[in-house]
């Protein structure tokens, strides 16, 4: 079965992680250079951002570091084992910005990158080259090799201002009010190569619960992404539990676009044009979301098995949606 999983984020990357082991799919061992799989993933680019002459893919390194085993488990972003020398000595040095948490050995993975793009590589081609370290056991493709940008226009007491995305989570914890969320560049963008084909080619489509407006919003903001999708069979996990997200602060993306917290206000938000299925927790058992079927299930995602679990439902409910529509 092959299966297309447009993601970003820890909860995304996750949730591939058990939709590998759903699927039966193992990581590769070292030194396999398979690079078919019955999974692929748009990863979000719009997160990515240039500091320090580097350009950070954040969703990217994190289903790499994730499905690749080099993740910090802890937090569920960033390097196991990390180091922060340079961070330590940029600062030192003057240099800002200091609130991002650039690690020695995430560094290097920065380094290669934008060695490459400086050398004419395209974004797609340099994931596909860091992911010949990490056997990730999926494809992984950026959602476009074109530059876009998720900027927040906040208003922090001394006027309004646009500010990057990662400034306004990491360093302000999304406390300041988002105005507005601006997907910088996007309508001049184009799906990666092979993004396109892996959905056509699809049996399905998971929307992972991941961030649903910034992380699944952003893939599918590239122009022919979502148009490309309509036309499949596609199940959503829902990211929001009783009112509240699972994980991270989307309830400030969504207020910022004007979308109540609830699994169904986000099922509504997605579009019954875009979802035939919607996994909720057993929290939300009553949602009701016209023209999608809604199936409840527990949805926290506690341990490797919880998460097999949910992957599988959703899996098997696009099975049998699938057929439903044949």
């Not at 990158?113 to 950026?142: D, F, I």
């Not at 499949?232 to 994980?247: D, F, L, Q």
Request: one cysteine or more; proline letters at 6%; a negative charge.
């Amino acid at each position: 079965m092959r299966i297309v999983v447009p993601a970003g984020g820890v909860g995304g990357a996750r949730f591939l992680r058990g939709l590998r082991a759903a699927l039966g799919t193992d990581a590769p061992t070292p030194g396999d250079q398979t690079t078919d799989s019955a999974i692929t993933v748009i990863g979000n680019t719009g997160d990515d951002i240039t500091l320090f002459g580097l350009r950070i893919c954040p969703d990217l390194d994190t289903v790499m570091y994730t499905l690749g085993g080099g993740i910090n488990e802890e937090q569920g972003w960033g390097r196991a084992d990390e180091t922060f020398t340079v961070k330590e000595e940029l600062a030192a040095y003057g240099m800002r910005p200091t609130w991002f948490g650039l690690g020695d050995r995430d560094t290097a993975t920065h380094i290669v990158r934008a060695q490459m793009l400086a050398a004419g590589y395209p974004l797609s081609a340099v994931t596909e080259a860091l992911c010949e370290r990490w056997r990730p056991g999926v494809r992984l493709l950026p959602m476009t090799d074109d530059q876009v940008e998720t900027h927040v226009v906040v208003d922090d007491g001394d006027g309004r201002r646009a500010i990057h995305f990662q400034e306004w989570w990491i360093r302000h914890r999304a406390a300041l009010p988002a105005e507005r969320i601006v997907s910088v560049g996007v309508e001049s963008a184009k799906p990666a190569p092979g993004v396109l084909d892996a959905i056509a080619e699809a049996d399905a489509v998971i929307l992972p619960p991941s961030n649903p407006v910034v992380s699944v919003g952003s893939v599918l903001g590239v122009p022919g992404i979502r148009e490309a999708l309509v036309d499949k069979t596609v199940v959503g996990v829902s990211p929001i539990i009783g009112g509240a997200p699972v994980r991270g602060m989307a309830d400030a993306c969504l207020t910022a676009i004007g979308v109540q917290t609830s699994a169904a206000a986000v099922a509504e938000h997605l579009g019954a044009d875009l979802l035939d299925g919607w996994l909720v927790d057993e929290a939300d058992a009553d949602t009701r979301v016209e023209g999608i079927e809604v199936r409840s299930r527990p949805l926290y995602m506690s341990d490797p098995a919880a998460t097999e679990a949910i992957a599988r439902a959703a899996v098997d409910l696009a099975v049998e949606l699938s057929k439903e529509r044949r």
